[in-house]
């Protein structure tokens, strides 16, 4: 089970910080991904990490100013949002992928969070 937390309500420029927390250890075997979705749009990639922290990957859209990392101990990851833009609206959606390498697309995802809302207002 993943939990996410961290949504909320900021202006365009500021910061929010995502973390999702698995319920089980083996967290750490998966590749962990965070989604964004708006409504009438498909889940869209935002970033996702491997084992190493040097194994991120990022959307363009948010490179330069999204980072992510993830605690092994705690069965966590963290997503750290920095100058956000109203088009960062969505709700936001960390997942769980067993592949091998990091994938982009939700189908290659088994595990899924509820969601959680950020909202960036001008």
């Known amino acids: 089970q993943l939990v996410e937390s961290g949504g909320g309500l900021v202006q365009a420029g500021g910061s929010l910080r995502l973390s999702c927390t698995a319920s089980e250890s083996t967290f750490s075997n998966y590749i962990a991904g965070w989604f964004r979705q708006t409504p009438g749009k498909e889940r869209e990639f935002v970033s996702a990490?491997?084992?190493?922290?040097?194994?991120?990957h990022f959307a363009d859209s948010v490179k330069g100013r999204f980072s992510i990392s993830r605690d092994h101990a705690k069965n966590t990851v963290t997503l750290q949002m920095n100058t956000l833009k109203p088009e960062d609206t969505a709700v936001y959606y960390c997942?769980?992928?067993?592949?091998?390498?990091?994938?982009?697309?939700?189908?290659?995802?088994?595990?899924w969070g509820q969601g959680t809302q950020v909202t960036v207002s001008s």
């Open positions: 990490i491997g084992w190493l922290s040097d194994s991120a």
């Open positions: 997942a769980a992928s067993s592949l091998g390498t990091v994938p982009t697309l939700p189908i290659d995802y088994e595990h």
